[in-house]
C-alpha cells in the first residue's frame, strides 16, 4: 500500500537553489527505482522559510529499500550538504487548525 510522506527541509544559508535541485531529482530516482509512486510531488515554503515536500512511496518495503539503496544514500548525503532535516512539529502553521503555506510547484 502507497505511504505518502511530507518531508521538512530548512536550506543552509544560501543554499536554497541547491536544495531545490535536490528535491527535483529525488522523485525521478525514487520512480527509476521502482520506490515512489508517479503521484505529483506538491513542494512549499513555510513562513520561516522552510521547504516541505509531499510525495508517495510505493509502500513501506519501498521506505526500507531505500535505505539500504546506495544513489538513495548518495542523495541524502546532497540533502545533508545543503539543509538540515526539520520536524513539522515546529513549524508555526503546523499548529494552526487548517496548516497553509506558499506553493511553491
Given amino acids: 500500500m502507497p505511504r505518502?510522506?511530507?518531508?521538512?527541509?530548512?536550506?543552509k544559508p544560501g543554499r536554497e537553489a541547491e536544495l531545490m535541485a535536490v528535491i527535483a531529482d529525488r522523485l525521478?530516482?525514487?520512480r527509476r527505482l521502482g520506490l515512489a509512486t508517479d503521484r505529483p510531488n506538491v513542494t512549499m515554503r513555510s513562513h520561516s522559510?522552510?521547504?516541505l515536500d509531499v510525495s508517495e512511496w510505493a509502500s513501506e518495503a519501498a521506505i526500507?529499500?531505500?535505505?539500504?539503496?546506495?544513489?538513495?544514500?548518495?542523495l541524502w548525503m546532497r540533502f545533508d550538504a545543503c539543509c538540515e532535516f526539520?520536524?513539522?512539529?515546529?513549524?508555526k502553521e503546523?499548529?494552526?487548525d487548517f496548516a497553509t503555506f506558499?506553493?511553491?510547484q
Fill in 4 to 11: 505518502i510522506t511530507i518531508a521538512a527541509f530548512k536550506p
Fill in 28 to 30: 525521478p530516482l525514487l
Fill in 49 to 51: 522559510g522552510v521547504i
Fill in 64 to 74: 526500507a529499500r531505500a535505505h539500504q539503496t546506495p544513489e538513495v544514500l548518495a
Fill in 86 to 91: 526539520v520536524r513539522l512539529d515546529t513549524l
Fill in 94 to 96: 503546523a499548529h494552526e
Fill in 102 to 104: 506558499e506553493a511553491v
